[in-house]
């Protein structure tokens, strides 16, 4: 019996968990297939702060995998290569080899794409110079790592200020830099959180020594061939290295007329993850992703989507049809700015307007313990803001942010949402309590009651 030969596109968090789903369930049935364009396999980018902070065992180490991970004969994991295009009549791919320009055909059963995302760089002249660089892969983390080090740069700015803008600010700014941060929307972190988080972090960050502006229009690079300032609002800003961590797109260029994408490039998918080609499914940033709490699909770039789908995927590749549809995914994330620590699960405000999803939100604060435990002994302020259905009071979204680490509560609210809980599941929700720890009525709880207009809760 010969084997299903299964080709996947990307060796970033969809490749690699592909190839494990191919190899638990199915073994030597499949001759697996991985293609990937860059000549690293395979650089996690969410670890780049740590490395660029030494809290790495070695830049080598910072990857999903090495190709040295999967010796079976029936796994071949290929560098350099270019996918160039799909042939769905033939069920092939054509392929580039990077390294001598030559192409070839490669035949699949089943092709499974995962190719990621590219980061943007800014439409504007003077991105060609010198210390003008992107935050994302293996080549850029090592440039970065050594000018971290580097006398001759004194000023730095970041123009982002996601997560990958604030970690790449922190970087700097712990070792030694000015740094300015700077974002076209009005507030950091502004797509995931709302403004009272947001508040309290903008303050931090600036208590840190990091200069925010925000409402800026970045209009150049200049220089003579190393960058010597950023034209913003008009101003000129003397600076010796630029950061662009201003988001990403996705690497679907070499789809187009072939596999459907919406108007932004995004990869469409059916219920089963499957496009609009036979055989040809697709996983990871560069789909869009059913989001549980928006009841639609949207852009979800996380390594714990891609994983979910990839899992998804090949649980039901040689199904006629799928036994069940994908049942979608919440999407959480957490962070560390400076002492202050958030994580954030579902739809914010913005999200929500971005899907079209009515909500209501409720910003509570409190202390983690009960008020006889000093800040001292780890008694810290917490917050915690909630978004649910006005209707149904479905839980939608939260967030939770203190300088204790809390982000484990997190968890506790992309795992309401998935099961689609109500405010009144969460505020009788049963926890554990011990002072040492939380109240009573543990922190989610109260936020809950809080949400209802209950009496406030005092011991």
């Known amino acids: 019996m010969s084997k299903s030969k299964v080709i996947i596109v990307g060796a970033s968090h969809g490749g690699h968990q592909s190839i494990l789903e191919l190899l638990s369930r199915y073994e030597d049935d499949v001759e697996i297939t991985l293609f990937e364009a860059g000549d690293y396999i395979s650089f996690m980018s969410c670890g780049m702060e740590l490395y660029l902070e030494n809290q790495v065992t070695d830049v080598n180490d910072v990857r999903n995998f090495r190709p040295e991970n999967f010796p079976e004969s029936n796994v071949h994991i290929l560098n350099n290569q270019l996918v160039q295009s799909i042939n769905a009549d033939n069920k092939t791919v054509t392929v580039k080899n990077k390294l001598d320009d030559t192409t070839a055909d490669y035949e699949y059963d089943k092709l499974i794409l995962s190719s990621g995302v590219t980061p943007n760089s800014l439409p504007v002249p003077g991105t060609e110079l010198e210390n003008v660089y992107l935050m994302r892969g293996y080549d850029w983390a090592t440039k970065i790592k050594d000018k971290l080090t580097n006398p001759e740069i ?233 978004f649910f259905d006005p209707i149904t009071h479905q839980i939608l979204g939260g967030a939770v942010l203190s300088t204790y680490d809390i982000t484990a509560q997190g968890n506790v609210l992309a795992l309401a949402i998935q099961n689609k809980m109500t405010i009144e599941d969460l505020a009788e929700a049963d926890f554990f309590f011990q002072p040492g720890f939380d109240r009573q009525w543990s922190l989610l709880n109260l936020a809950a009651q809080h949400a209802l207009g209950e009496k406030e809760f005092i011991e």
């Not at 700077?182 to 208590?207: C, N, Q, S």
């Open 154 to 386: 004194k000023k730095v700015a970041v123009i982002g200020a996601g997560y990958i803008g604030i970690e790449a600010a922190e970087a700097f700014q712990k070792a030694g830099k000015e740094v300015i941060l700077l974002d076209m929307i009005d507030r950091p972190l502004g797509t995931y959180l709302d403004k009272e988080m947001t508040d309290i972090l903008a303050t931090h960050l600036t208590e840190n020594g990091i200069k925010v502006m925000t409402g800026a229009k970045i209009e150049a690079f200049l220089g003579d061939q190393k960058v010597s300032a950023i034209q913003v609002n008009n101003e000129e800003i003397s600076v010796d290295l630029i950061i662009q961590a201003a988001g990403v797109k996705p690497n679907t260029e070499w789809l187009k007329g072939t596999v459907d994408l919406d108007d932004r490039g995004w990869i469409m998918t059916n219920e089963y993850l499957q496009t609009n080609l036979p055989d040809v499914y697709a996983v990871g940033d560069a789909t869009l992703a059913y989001s549980v709490p928006a009841n639609a699909k949207m852009p979800i770039a996380l390594a714990t989507v891609a994983r979910r789908e990839a899992r998804y995927v090949v649980k039901h590749l040689f199904e006629k049809v799928p036994s069940k549809p994908f049942g979608g995914v919440v999407g959480s994330s957490a962070l560390s700015v400076f002492d202050y620590h958030f994580a954030a699960s579902g739809l914010n405000s913005f999200t929500a307007q971005k899907a079209g999803k009515n909500l209501y939100t409720s910003y509570y604060e409190d202390t983690l313990r009960p008020k006889y435990v000093p800040e001292k002994f780890g008694n810290k302020k917490v917050s915690v803001q909630l």
